[in-house]
């Protein structure tokens, strides 16, 4: 939608585009048509004249304020027709008739103006959630050395297009680093929150030396920037390069990811479990990392708890290990495209929750070291 100021630039359903799109523009006339035949052929008797002001009433619900008022003029074009025909005009009726009219219309051209100025604001606000998603969470690339990666990210909140879920990948001179996240609760807040990690990320992991290191400025700059009571749970991966078929992972309370190998699945659990980013006060041990055997053919799955934690109509959580193999198709993107279908279709209804998956395969020989990126 135009966000400009007037109604004429507006995108509004014209009439001649299809049928579909002229409907709603002929509906206020038809209505008006229809008041107009019956009060015709039943007679002034009845006083069907203030049924006219139904076309301006319905008319801010399709039109602009523009097309609302000619509406309104419409109908007390007919107002006047009609008792004129019947010699009827200067009566009590056809003077009712006009004062219904004119007031419905007045009302019906206000409340198109406020639908328009709201349906411009959200315009609005989702080019800016676009804005801050394509900042906040880049885009991966398909392959990195023998790595093939895909991610989908879907916000519950379709109008803000971003919420608290959040990932990343870089790739250093130590291999492949990448995070996955949950900030706790919703609005303005967990975006906050969200940009506050994902940038301590992008500014720790290409020096960080291991993942611990990592997770302890994520604790810091959680605690210093966001908002007072906010957690983050996080998973923080790292496939090193040099030979070693191996992942590294670090889980800061989060949902352990699904390692896929041959035609199994199991869930990579940490050796003990850990506290989300902001609680480290409550610790009584630094986080450390973990390996996990990542060879040629293996996939890793991370992934958010709005994608575990979906419900059937049951109630029953959707079963992650089990739908595995809906991730062992070639191209990690396409096979994520399957997963968030399948969680679709097993909830019953669009995601209540943010979700965020990223997919890894390894399909070679282990990741080249290079240089650490500017």
Known sequence: MNRGG??????????????????????????????????????????????????????????????????????????????????????????????????????????SAVRGRKER????????????????????PAAAG???????????????RIGGDLYDIVTTGSGLRLIVGDVEGKGIGAVHTAAVVLGAFRDSAYEAGSLAEIADHLELSVARQAPEGKFVTAVLAEIPAGGAEEALILNCGHPAPLLLRGGGARFA??????????????????????????????RLLFYTDGISEARDAGGEFYPLRERGQLLAGPAPAAALDLLFADVRDYAGHQLDDDCVALLIAHSGPPLPAREPSP
Do not use: K, W
């Open 269 to 298: 659990e940490p050796p003990e479990p850990g506290l989300p980013l902001g609680l480290a006060g409550l610790a009584t041990a630094r986080r450390e990392q973990y390996g996990v055997s990542f060879g040629a053919g293996d």
């Open 121 to 140: 604001e959200l315009t609005d606000e989702r080019a800016v959630a676009d804005v801050m998603r394509r900042a906040f969470l880049r885009d991966v």
């Open 146 to 160: 023998p790595v093939r990666l895909g991610v989908r990210y879907a916000a519950a909140d379709a109008a803000a």
């Open 6 to 111: 007037t109604a004429s630039r507006e995108r509004r359903p014209v009439a001649g585009r299809d049928g579909a799109a002229a409907l709603p523009v002929l509906l206020p006339l038809a209505v008006m048509g229809v008041v107009a035949g019956a009060d015709i052929a039943i007679g002034p008797q009845v006083g069907l004249l203030p049924l006219l002001s139904l076309g301006p009433a319905l008319a801010p619900v399709f039109l602009g304020p523009g097309r609302t008022a000619l509406t309104g003029l419409a109908a007390i074009a007919l107002g006047v027709a009609i008792p004129l025909a019947e010699r009827q005009l200067g009566s009590g009726q056809s003077l009712t008739a006009y004062a219904a009219i004119t007031g419905v219309t007045a009302a019906g051209v206000a409340a």
